[in-house]
Structures are given as structure tokens and as C-alpha cells.
């Protein structure tokens, strides 16, 4: 079993986290974490290794099945093996989801502030942007504002941007908000496209619903994407797959991705399968010490840093913090040169995030507590 706290060298890897910035500077940006991924994965892919043999793979059954078994094990959602598209990415299917659900002349609904990749979508289409915000409640929570959120559906809306658990703000959202967005779906017209990447992410008192779970009539309208990459750190092998429980809403998707998308990676299928198959313990595990990084972020920030504000991720491995409390103009330009550690800057996820920062907290503890030292004095000593 993976032990956490192991540092790992990931200079002499490849990895665009680690080779982004100077050898000084600590990254703890892009969503992919410092950890081993499970036993069970690289045991599944060293066999295949062994092998030596790497054609062109077909997607079987037992591939299908760790996915539906999955889902139903993890978040008490039944869905059928023949809705299961499998992709290269989930970013992969935004764009393929806005081929699908759009014609030219329809918009697509991004709610902010997003992952950096929903704004490229819509040009991607030749559609129109429309932005809906999250609001904040007096506790500093992001929240959907039910009555802001119809009001910016626009006539010719389409297709909404949906991301649960939320990236970057850590919403998990509850039933509640879910069915305001359910309900819009079935008034106004609108094809979802859920990103559950970060789905299996998730804390104490907090759990994910799946949004095509709410119901018949709403799955038939839902284009659901998932992914091992961010639960068992697999972003490299580029495995992703697509739910889609509507027939001709799935023929459409296929349709969409013919001549552009190639076939899947045949390690990354294999990753997938033993990911889900048998990284269950593995992953209760990791969730348990993501939970203790979580409460020591927010612990530093609340006696160390009051004027850097942070609302309790409730998902995801990923902290949005509000650094406006302070006199820094780019935050995120300021802890790089002076404390020689790299975030997400705000303006990412959106024009109107300018003075947020994203934190990735899926490291090793030593790790993390050195990159809020380095958050620290750099305040200190300005």
C-alpha cells in the first residue's frame, strides 16, 4: 500500500507540474498529485509491459463493467455498459458534447469561476459564451443562486457547463441546487454536460450525487464525463469515459467524434480497469489523507494568514483562496517571485476570479507544510 508521505522526484520524470517553473520553485498548481498511484495499476501495467505487445485495442466487457460497477459501488448510480463511451480526456468530451448538443447559432452556459479549458469550448464549436457566477453566502460558501442562474440562461442557451464536485471553489453541490439546474433542463431546453471528474473526491459529511442519478427524464438529457485521472493520479495515460443514457443524443456524440478523436490508449484502458477493480481500499486511504492536508490548509490560513481567505473544500483536492484581504495586486505573481512557489492564478478561471489563487493540496505533508512556510514569509518579509 502507497505510503503518502513519500517524496518523490518528479524533475527527472517529464512532469509539466514540476518543470513549469525553476528548479526552485515549489509547484503546487496544476490538479495532478504528488503520490504514487495504486499498486493494483502498476502491477496491471507492468504485465502488460511483460507482454510486449500494444495493438490496437478493443474496448471488452470487462473494461465496460469496471466502470458500471464502479459507479454503482461508489455513488449508488446504475448505469448501463452500452451508454459508456470511452475517451481520451474529459476535455476531450467538452468539446464533443458542444458538437453534439449545438447547431450554429446556440450558446453554451459556463458558471463561474471554471476550469480554464470550459472557455475554450465554445469557440472550439462556433457558438455563443453565456457566464453565470456562483454566489457567496455570509460563511464565505460558493453557492448556486437559483434565481441568478435562470436569469442568465439566454433564449438561445443549449447546452450548460456543469461541474460537480465544483473546480476550482471544492462545492460539492447538494440535491437542492442540483434539481434548480434539473428543473431548468427540462423548461428551458437544455442538454447538461456534467464534469464528475473529481467525483470520487470528496469529505467527511459530504457526498457526491451524480446529476443524470436525479432521474429518467434527466439522464436523457445529461452527457456525464468521468475519469480515474484525478482519483488515481492517471492523468498521463489519458483515459476518460462518457455516460450518455439518451440513444440519439450518444449517436450524436459518436458522430461528433469521427475523424477527430483516435483510438484509446491501451495502457490507459488497462489503468482504468485495474483502477476501479481494485483500488477501492487504495483510494479510502488516500481520502483519509487528503482530509488531515485539507484541515491543516485551512488551519494555517485561519492562525497564520487571516488575510487570505479560504472557504472549506468540501471535494476535490484543490483549496480556492481569496487573497483580496491583502495589498497584493497578482497574488499569484507574488508568492511565485517572492516565496518561489507556483499556484493557479484566479484570472484562469475566469476575468472576474483577479486576487484568487488555487492550491493544490495533494502532496506529501512535509511538502505541504514547506509551501505554506514559503506563503508565510513571503508575507512577512514584503
Known amino acids: 500500500m502507497n505510503n503518502f508521505d513519500l517524496i518523490i522526484n518528479r524533475r527527472e520524470t517529464g512532469s509539466v507540474k514540476w518543470l513549469k517553473y525553476p528548479p526552485d520553485v515549489l509547484p503546487m498548481w496544476v490538479a495532478d498529485m504528488d503520490f504514487l498511484s495504486p499498486p493494483a495499476v502498476t502491477e496491471a501495467l507492468s504485465a502488460r509491459i511483460n507482454l510486449g505487445v500494444f495493438g490496437y485495442p478493443q474496448i471488452n466487457n470487462s473494461t465496460k463493467d469496471a466502470v458500471v460497477n464502479w459507479l454503482d459501488k461508489r455513488h449508488q448510480w446504475q448505469v448501463d455498459p452500452e451508454e459508456i463511451i470511452f475517451l481520451p480526456s474529459v476535455v476531450t468530451g467538452f468539446n464533443l458534447a458542444a458538437h453534439a448538443a449545438t447547431r450554429p447559432g446556440d450558446g453554451i452556459l459556463i458558471q463561474e469561476p471554471a476550469y480554464g479549458p470550459f472557455f475554450d469550448v465554445a469557440q472550439n464549436a462556433g457558438i455563443d459564451q453565456h457566464s453565470t457566477a456562483l454566489s457567496r453566502d455570509n460563511s464565505g460558501r460558493f453557492r448556486l443562486n437559483p434565481d441568478q442562474f435562470l436569469a442568465d440562461i439566454q433564449d438561445n442557451t443549449r447546452l450548460f457547463m456543469l461541474c460537480n ?42 457526498k457526491h450525487i451524480p446529476f443524470a442519478a436525479l432521474g429518467p427524464e434527466i439522464a436523457d438529457r445529461t452527457i456525464t464525463l468521468i475519469s480515474p485521472s484525478k482519483t488515481f493520479n492517471l492523468a498521463g495515460l489519458k483515459s476518460a469515459a462518457a455516460v450518455i443514457t439518451n440513444p440519439a443524443l450518444r449517436k450524436k456524440f459518436n458522430q461528433a467524434q469521427q475523424g477527430l478523436v483516435s483510438k484509446n490508449n491501451i495502457l490507459g484502458l488497462i489503468a482504468l480497469q485495474a483502477a476501479y477493480s481494485h483500488g477501492t481500499l487504495w483510494l479510502d486511504r488516500l481520502l483519509e489523507y487528503l482530509n488531515q492536508n485539507r484541515l491543516i490548509l485551512l488551519d494555517f490560513l485561519d492562525r497564520e494568514l487571516p488575510g487570505l481567505q479560504c472557504f472549506s473544500p468540501q471535494g476535490t483536492f484543490l483549496a480556492w483562496i481569496d487573497c483580496r484581504g491583502t495589498d497584493l495586486s497578482s497574488p499569484q505573481e507574488f508568492f511565485l517571485e517572492k516565496g518561489r ?4 492564478d484566479g484570472k484562469w478561471f475566469g476575468d472576474n476570479w483577479e486576487g484568487f489563487i488555487r492550491l493544490n493540496f495533494a502532496c506529501p505533508r512535509a511538502q505541504l ?14
Open 165 to 206: 464536485p465544483q473546480n476550482p471553489t471544492g462545492r460539492v453541490f447538494s440535491r437542492e441546487e442540483l434539481e434548480v439546474v434539473a428543473k431548468a433542463s427540462l423548461e428551458r431546453d437544455l442538454i447538461v454536460c456534467s464534469d464528475e471528474i473529481h467525483s470520487d473526491i470528496t469529505y467527511p459529511l459530504h
Open 341 to 344: 512557489v507556483a499556484f493557479n
Open 369 to 382: 507544510l514547506e509551501g505554506l512556510d514559503r506563503i508565510n514569509n513571503a508575507l512577512a518579509d514584503r
